[in-house]
């Protein structure tokens, strides 16, 4: 059974930094690709990052670009996203997700950059 546990939200001032954790289990890690989406409160979940499943590429949306890091362990079973800079739009609950198995979703971590 896929699953997929993240860890590492919390409250932070703008300007802080955040390392969130997800630790996949369930299938063979190191086949796929890993994908962080964020919800915010009204919103559709978007995508965050990705990192292919050697971890040779990535790919970021526009709005976190050069503050956020995406990268993996694929002997830990492990995703990682090192957020800094981060803003108060930033705000959200975040998700990651297997590329291959794209309908299995954990329970999130709650993110809230506020001051």
């Not at 546990?5 to 703008?14: A, D, K, R, T």
């Not at 800094?84 to 954990?106: M, R």
């Amino acid at each position: 059974q896929v699953r997929v546990v993240e860890s590492g939200g919390g409250l932070v001032q703008p300007g802080g930094s955040l390392r969130l954790s997800c630790a996949a289990s369930g299938f063979i890690f190191s086949n796929s690709a890993m994908r962080w989406y964020r919800q915010a409160p009204g919103k559709e979940r978007e995508l965050v990052a990705q990192i292919t499943y050697t971890g040779g590429s990535t790919y970021y949306a526009d709005s976190v670009k050069g503050r956020f890091t995406i990268s993996r362990d694929n002997s830990e079973n492990t995703v990682y996203l090192q957020m800094n800079s981060l803003k108060p739009e930033d705000t959200a609950v975040y998700y990651c997700n297997a590329a291959l198995f794209p309908g299995s979703w954990g329970q999130g971590t709650q993110v809230t950059v506020s001051s």
